[in-house]
């Protein structure tokens, strides 16, 4: 199955994040696609640790991205500090999505090296145990360049949406030596580079476990 196919063949996608703009980072280009290529898609944002200005933000973004800030859900756990809250955050995400029952996840990759990141992926596939779930890549601090084995090309429209909205909608993060859009558009050109994209960019994610349906 063709990452194509696999974001056409769903009704209810829910993207997670450990942070305000994750999602968006790691993903953008894709909601993107998947917006326009399957507009009957429900989808759902979750950002699990915010200050009241970045749940304002992330907000936003959501309805940029997918057209609803109501499609982002923003809790307020501390940030750095998830695994130490672990029943807490494990108790809220399962509070939250109830009745949702996503056909496609989209969670942090289980051996990122940020702490949050990999409980967040670790608790993704203790929640959502029916669904598939991919995971992505949020380059902050370290590159934490793995190896993917699921591409999603990303058009040309699509990347620079991606590139152009992100600071526009997270202020608050431009001032970080990882937001900017040399980083954002060079990690998809990398991808793009691996896949043969036919517009030389993509975003990438570790598919552990693909069901056909």
Known sequence: MS???????????????????????GCGATVRRLVRTNPECEIRFLVLTSTEECAVEAKTAAERFVGSADAATVLSFRDGHLPFAGSEVKDAMAEVTA????????????????????????????????????????????????????????????????????????????????FDAELLRGLMRLRGMECKSPSRYAEAFHAHKVVAR
């Open 3 to 25: 990452p194509i196919d696999l974001l056409g063949d769903v009704q209810r996608v829910l993207f997670i994040g450990a942070h305000c703009d994750d999602i968006e980072i």
């Open 99 to 178: 009745g949702f029952n996503p056909d496609l996840v989209f969670a942090h990759y289980r051996d990122d090296f940020h702490q949050d990141y990999r409980f967040v992926g670790e608790l993704a596939w203790q929640l959502f145990r029916n669904s598939t779930i991919l995971e992505y890549e949020v380059p902050k601090w370290d590159g934490d360049l793995s190896r993917p084995n699921l591409y999603v090309p990303a058009d040309d429209q699509d990347v620079a949406f991606k590139v152009d909205v992100l600071p526009e909608v997270f202020p608050s993060q431009t001032v970080k030596p990882w």
